[in-house]
């Protein structure tokens, strides 16, 4: 890769943007998996004809990606390096953060990606997958009894989806399920939506994913597909009723009309 082909990059970013870029184009051309080591800095100034501060800001910017890692010492240097789902979930989180994400933008993506993937999980599931969402299920069994027991058993049901979604051999339909059960637990804590016991949300709920999980057995996608798809409607208009409640509730006594 010449100076040439950095110069063809948008002229909007920074020289040192423009060489992260080339760098990241360079890694997957040549197939670097996490843990090659890239080419010593003295090499990089010479294959970018860059200066060595303009190669070493590069080198931060993807450091702050997560894409390159740096090591000191003996056999030390800079190795290519695989975001973890942690890290960008936490990025992309920050990123929603100002966005005022509701509860209705969070079901509409769920009702879209969840019962395709509960379709095409119909049948594949092993015994032992299966017990483990079983074994999720186990942590709201009974009706919360407190706030707190709400809080918990909310963040656990969330958590069965998150399971079922790890099951996908579709990378980025994981991710997505995965993200907005995240997010909808944030939205839950963070707003408290869970400071009053709804035993409607937590008995329907259990309900739905007891028959699912016979639906995944059984091998019966169709079945499967439907039985989320009811879930997914069922719980987000409870989710707006339970929201509309709390709001009414906390309402400061300076803001009643």
């Not at 409607?233 to 006594?253: C, D, G, I, S, Y």
């Amino acid at each position: 890769m010449s100076p040439a082909t950095i110069r063809s990059t948008p002229e909007r970013l920074s020289r040192p943007q423009q060489v992260a870029e080339a760098i990241k184009s360079w890694v997957m051309e040549n197939g670097w998996g996490p843990g090659v080591r890239l080419p010593s800095e003295s090499e990089l100034i010479e294959r970018f004809g860059m200066s060595k501060g303009t190669i070493r800001e590069a080198i931060r910017i993807l450091e702050a990606q997560g894409l390159v890692k740096s090591r000191t010492g003996p056999g030390g240097g800079v190795f290519v390096h695989q975001v973890s789902e942690e890290r960008a979930t936490a990025l992309l989180g920050n990123y929603f953060y100002f966005e005022h994400l509701t509860i209705d933008d969070i079901y509409q993506i769920r009702q879209a990606l969840e019962p395709e993937l509960a379709a095409s999980l119909a049948g594949s599931l092993s015994e032992a997958q299966l017990a483990a969402l079983e074994e999720v299920m186990t942590r709201y069994c009974e009706p919360a009894r407190s706030a707190e027991e709400e809080r918990e058993q909310h963040v656990a049901s969330l958590r069965f989806h998150a399971l079922l979604a790890e099951m996908s051999g579709n990378a980025l339909l994981r991710f997505l399920i995965r993200f907005t059960a995240n997010m909808l637990a944030e939205i839950t804590v963070s707003r408290r939506l869970y400071a009053q016991p709804n035993r409607d949300l937590w008995s329907s709920g259990f309900d739905y994913q007891l028959r699912l999980i016979a639906a995944l057995r059984e091998g019966d996608a169709v079945a499967a597909r439907e039985i989320l798809s009811e879930h997914m409607k069922n719980a987000h208009r409870l989710m707006l009723m339970q929201e509309t409640v709390l709001t009414q509730r906390f309402l400061p006594e300076n803001e009643i009309i």
